[in-house]
């Protein structure tokens, strides 16, 4: 199987990826939150949210010019998990935060690993607690943080021991897993070495400027690039490809944004809701995202 995200294991992109991260670093030492906030936001408005906005293309590349009435079975399962993520943190905001977490774990772990290493066995596991540790590290590094946004979200707080141990057994798991599935030990040097420096990255910024870089530098990024090559097969020069999803994607994203502006500026807000709204609206998106990631990553391993 040809990696989709081939492209950004090469050097140079890694190279050119790590370099933005360190600025990021330099930024954040020397800048406020208000500046880290509205850096993120951008990011994430901009290349984190058109990242997801191009689902229902991929769905039609999927299932094919013959399976209309799978297609559009597959569509509306999309939009009803959409509403339903919506729906689940309104009513039950708990359940819905745990659920969030789970799948983001299992979805920012396959992005990243599969650009690595072709996984046969035991893929399900190693994708979730890489992004399990990712996750936990930056919560554990943002604990008073992370735990007034989960407060506001269900109502519950999570001691700081819970996330230490949890930290602690995913990165045993990590250590196990990467020594017996990377085989170049370039890669396996490489792979640590973002880790450290994305700790250093969550150590050195607040939650909401640790969450976006990552997010969109190291996810958002290489997904555009994994969606890319998967939608026009190498047909047309990357230049040209970009262009074309940001067209098809563009009234989604458009759409995405108004979504949630409206929201925050017509439902009475408070400004320190906002938070806990803006997370839950991307729990809302991740979702059926996720699953469009994961069906794309598999028709691909099956040609």
């Given at each position: 199987?040809k990696?989709?995200t081939i ?10 990826l ?51 009435k ?20 309104y ?5 819905a ?17 599969e650009?690595i290493?072709?996984?046969k066995?035991g893929?399900?596991?190693f ?8 996750f936990?590290?930056?919560f ?9 946004v ?7 707080v999570?001691p ?13 798991a ?12 370039k ?6 070495f973002?880790?450290g ?19 969109v530098i ?11 090559k ?11 490809g ?23 500026f017509?439902?009475d807000?408070?400004r ?25 990553f598999?028709?691909?391993s099956?040609q």
């Open positions: 199987m990696l989709l492209s950004f294991t090469k050097h140079k992109f890694l190279i050119i790590q370099l933005i991260t360190l600025t990021c670093i330099i930024f954040a030492v020397f800048c406020n939150d208000s500046s880290q906030n509205l850096i993120s936001f951008l990011g994430i408005f901009s290349f984190g949210i058109l990242h997801g906005a191009n689902d229902l293309k991929i769905i039609n590349k999927n299932f094919g010019r013959n399976q209309k799978l297609k559009g079975l597959f569509f509306l399962s999309y939009l009803l998990v959409v509403i339903s993520g919506i729906g689940i943190f009513w039950i905001p708990g359940i935060l745990i659920f969030f977490v789970l799948v983001s774990c299992y979805h920012f772990g396959e992005q990243h690993l650009r290493v072709d996984l066995k893929k399900l596991f994708y979730f607690t890489y992004g399990a540790f990712i936990l590290m930056l554990s590094l943002h604990y008073n943080e992370t735990v007034k989960i407060f506001q979200i269900s109502g519950k999570l700081f021991t819970f996330f230490i141990y949890s930290l602690l057994l995913t990165s045993i990590i250590i196990i897993q990467a020594l017996f599935h990377f085989k170049n030990s890669l396996l040097m490489q792979e640590f973002l880790l420096l994305l700790a250093l990255l969550f150590t050195s910024s607040n939650l909401l400027f640790s969450f976006g870089i990552y997010f190291w996810h958002s990024l290489p997904s555009l690039n994994s969606q890319v998967f939608l026009y097969n190498d047909t047309v020069s990357d230049k040209t970009y262009k074309k999803y940001i067209k098809a994607s563009f009234l989604y994203w458009i759409l995405a944004l108004g979504s949630l502006g409206g929201v925050y017509f439902a807000i408070p320190e809701q906002f938070l806990p709204l803006f997370f839950s609206f991307l729990a809302a998106i991740t979702f059926p995202h996720a699953i469009v990631m994961e069906r794309m598999s028709f691909n099956n």
